[in-house]
């Protein structure tokens, strides 16, 4: 059974740094790893998308990377901002399946202060 | 953002009772899931859909179950409702559901209680 693990749990940083998120999973099999933003009491809002063949997805100050050989991905923020606070999802999508649907973490919730 | 619509968004419920939770989207897409969030559990997934008429369990589908008689509409029943199914419940929607470059598009979500 696929497992989904990110760390750390929780993280606060003063704005301006740049900070990495991790998330890992046990089974390399999969079609494509997502990393999603939630905001409280709200829903999922997609950040990046990556494929099981690709390395890694730039989107403005987001970096994803994946090494799907050891299980792991990296969520990437330069310049952070206090607009960036949120819990951070990351959720793969296996693969040798129908669509099973996603596994996510746990996430990370992350405070940029101000 | 994706047009997807889920009501009612908070329900307060009693064990026992029946409920369904609807999920609307505008975007003619072929997969719908619904997935449900708990505090130390994350999101799990309970049922999906490829298509009208077909459907499938996820991780966690004891005491649900799901209809999609039109693409645009996916309804997850509790036939009797317990307190473990207290949850915050988001529904999504792909377009392929498989590997490509889909994202999955979630909705608002439904905040349910059941005393």
């Known amino acids: 059974k696929q497992e989904v693990t990110q760390i750390p749990a929780a993280l606060s940083v003063p704005e301006g740094e740049n900070l990495v998120l991790n998330c890992s999973f046990t089974?390399?099999?999969?079609?494509?790893l997502q990393w999603f933003r939630q905001d409280p009491g709200k829903g999922l809002t997609s950040l990046l998308l990556i494929q099981s063949s690709q390395r890694e997805q730039t989107s403005g100050r987001l970096n994803a990377s994946l090494d799907k050989s050891s299980g792991r991905s990296t969520l990437y923020i330069a310049a952070s901002q206090p607009g960036d606070s949120a819990t951070y999802l990351c959720?793969?999508?296996?693969?040798?399946?129908?669509?099973?649907?996603?596994?996510f973490g746990k996430g990370t919730h992350l405070i940029i202060q101000p | 953002d994706a047009g997807i619509t889920q009501s009612p968004r908070h329900k307060v419920t009693e064990t026992g009772t029946p409920v369904t939770l609807r999920c609307h989207q505008t975007?003619?897409?072929?997969?719908m899931y619904w997935y449900r969030q708990d505090p130390g559990h994350g999101l799990r997934l309970i049922h999906y859909s490829y298509g009208v008429k077909d459907t499938d369990k996820g991780e966690v589908s004891d005491g649900y179950s799901v209809s999609r008689s039109k693409t645009e509409d996916f309804l997850l029943t509790l036939e009797s409702a317990t307190s473990s199914q207290t949850s915050v419940y988001f529904c999504a929607i792909s377009e392929s559901g498989g590997p490509s470059t889909d994202t999955q598009y979630f909705g608002p979500g439904t905040r349910l209680t059941v005393l």
């Open positions: 959720a793969v999508l296996q693969s040798g399946g129908g669509a099973d649907g996603l596994t």
């Open positions: 089974d390399s099999a999969i079609y494509n």
């Open positions: 975007e003619n897409h072929r997969y």
